[in-house]
């Protein structure tokens, strides 16, 4: 089992910028591959950003490219997402999902082992 808890969620302005973190406890973190997605509401979860379990790889959303940066701390256990020129579209909750294996670009939300419990990001215009 791999317990994740997302932090940094809240209420920011059109063009601001929030840091996410997601922190792992369980079996041994740098053995998965994590990644953050998003649910709006009335709409499907969808991939933001991955990271494998080595950190040296990562990949984005269309969407996001250029403004959200994913990175991990093995030795804390944590996952970050660096969100920065914020959009109202941005607005969701945030989860952070562990997978042991995937294949392809960014991890989609079927291939999730673990899913943290979530945390809202609302983008005021």
């Known amino acids: 089992q791999v317990q994740l808890v997302e932090s940094g969620g809240g209420l920011v302005q059109a063009g601001g910028s929030l840091r996410l973190s997601c922190a792992a406890s369980?079996?041994?973190?740098?053995?998965?591959?994590i990644a953050w997605f998003r649910q709006a509401p009335g709409k499907e979860r969808e991939s933001v950003a991955s990271i494998r379990r080595t950190g040296y790889i990562t990949s984005y959303a269309d969407s996001v490219k250029g403004r959200f940066t994913i990175s991990r701390d093995n030795a804390k256990n944590t996952v970050y997402l660096q969100m920065n020129s914020l959009k109202p579209e941005d607005t969701a909750v945030y989860y952070c999902?562990?997978?042991?294996?995937?294949?392809?670009?960014?991890?989609?939300?079927?291939?999730?082992?673990?899913w943290g419990k979530g945390t809202l990001v609302t983008v005021s215009s």
């Open positions: 999902g562990a997978a042991l294996y995937y294949s392809g670009s960014l991890l989609p939300p079927d291939g999730v082992d673990y």
């Open positions: 369980g079996r041994t973190f740098s053995n998965y591959h």
